[in-house]
């Protein structure tokens, strides 16, 4: 059991920027898994840590006191401050793309009857309704809603 103990000793003796550095990319990997950013600042203390070390040799008691003071300056400051930041109050369009149709402008595929047609957006034929009249093979629209797996469209003004 004392050569286990001495083992630890030594290494933590031993604690340098080289180690911090390596430290600092190895929590950075674990953030890049995780997506939290709560590693990310702790990431970011071991970075710090290793500049320190690099400038003002220290005992390694010292180094995890201010590596420990560091982490939870950074915690709170990126979870209070930081965080809230980097939200936004409109929601994502990244898993509805439903939502970026409004707006976008498309080709009636066939003439419209009783207000229902189909139109072609990129590749993709939909089903459509619109209340305008005549509406034809060709002409222009832009959709101004979705409803269910049916876009509402209206001839698109031409500017």
Do not use: C
Not at 3 to 24: E, H, P, R, V, Y
Not at 132 to 153: C, F, P, Q, R
């Amino acid at each position: 059991m004392e050569s286990d103990t001495n083992f630890i000793l030594a290494f933590l003796d031993s604690m340098n920027a080289t180690k911090w550095g390596i430290i600092a990319v190895l929590l950075v990997g674990a953030e890049l898994l995780t997506g939290t950013t709560y590693v990310l600042w702790i990431a970011a203390a071991a970075l710090v840590m290793a500049v320190v070390t690099f400038l003002i040799p220290m005992a390694w008691e010292l180094q995890f006191l201010i590596f420990t003071v560091l982490s939870i300056a950074l915690l709170a400051a990126g979870h209070f401050y930081l965080r809230p930041l980097m939200r936004s109050d409109e929601p994502s369009d990244t898993n509805n793309p439903v939502r970026t149709m409004v707006g976008r402008r498309v080709v009636a595929f066939s003439d419209f009857d009783n207000g229902e047609g189909r139109v072609t957006v990129g590749d993709t034929q939909w089903k459509a309704s619109s209340n305008a009249e005549n509406l034809k093979s060709g002409d222009k629209l832009v959709v101004t809603a979705v409803v269910g797996a049916t876009l509402v469209v209206e001839p698109a003004v031409k500017a």
